[in-house]
């Protein structure tokens, strides 16, 4: 089944303690990125990446590292996690011909900083 | 950069009848796309519908169709005939050169 895994779904964590979420996609898809989702202000785009070592910054990068050393993977980094960094992640990719091909999201990451 | 605004953050309607979902988009290129996504409540990221910019006919998915005006920047969702399961909520985003920018969302409800 095509699809595009994201994990962990919910995540708990304290200030200043590192860490990933996971992103894997298994539709040979160039193109993969993170948003966060908060109330009011839709989705924003944390990084995306149009191709393997190829990485950049969407509106919101600040607090979050990534990396494409696999096409099918993006993984998103907190180095040192604070409490406005909680909100809803999601990671989504999609198919070469990056203008037509619609984006295909994992299910969510909920993250909570306290 | 571009932008998208979704002005109505909630609407209602009751079944069977027909929607309107607004959307407006602000952007310096030419070659780009539009689409709805739909949320339900289990919070996964739908596509409803797509819309290439340099086609003039209106995109149609069944009982979901746009009303697309490229000089007015304008990028409606029309959705006909509405069902209970339509509740969700519904973003309208913009999709260029690598970067895809999206509006804040409108909360539609389906009354029974």
């Known amino acids: 089944e095509a699809q595009v895994t994201q994990n962990p779904r919910y995540l708990i964590t304290v200030t200043g303690k590192k860490l990933t979420v996971t992103c894997s996609q298994n539709?040979?898809?160039?193109?993969m990125s993170w948003y966060r989702q908060d109330p009011g202000l839709g989705l924003r785009q944390i990084y995306y990446?149009?191709?393997?070592?190829?990485?950049d910054k969407g509106d919101v990068p600040e607090g979050y590292k990534v990396s494409r050393k696999e096409k099918r993977n993006f993984p998103l980094i907190l180095e040192s996690p604070s409490p406005n960094q909680t909100s809803l992640y999601f990671c989504?990719?999609?198919?070469?011909?990056?203008?037509?091909?619609?984006?295909?999201f994992g299910n969510g990451t909920r993250l909570t900083v306290t | 950069a571009q932008t998208v605004t979704q002005s109505q953050p909630e609407m209602s309607v009751q079944e069977a009848e027909t929607v309107t979902l607004s959307c407006t988009y602000d952007t310096s290129e030419n070659n780009y796309y539009l689409f709805w996504y739909k949320q339900p409540p289990s919070r996964q990221m739908i596509l409803v519908i797509r819309?290439?910019?340099?086609?003039?006919q209106n995109a149609t998915e069944n009982r979901f169709s746009v009303n697309f005006q490229k000089a007015a920047k304008s990028f409606s969702l029309k959705i006909s005939d509405s069902q209970l399961g339509d509740t969700a909520m519904y973003f309208c985003a913009f999709k260029g050169a690598g970067k895809s920018t999206f509006g804040d969302g409108t909360t539609l409800t389906v009354k029974p």
């Open positions: 819309q290439e910019a340099y086609k003039q």
């Open positions: 989504a990719s999609s198919s070469p011909g990056v203008y037509n091909s619609p984006l295909h």
């Open positions: 539709m040979n898809h160039e193109y």
């Open positions: 990446s149009m191709n393997v070592e190829v990485t």
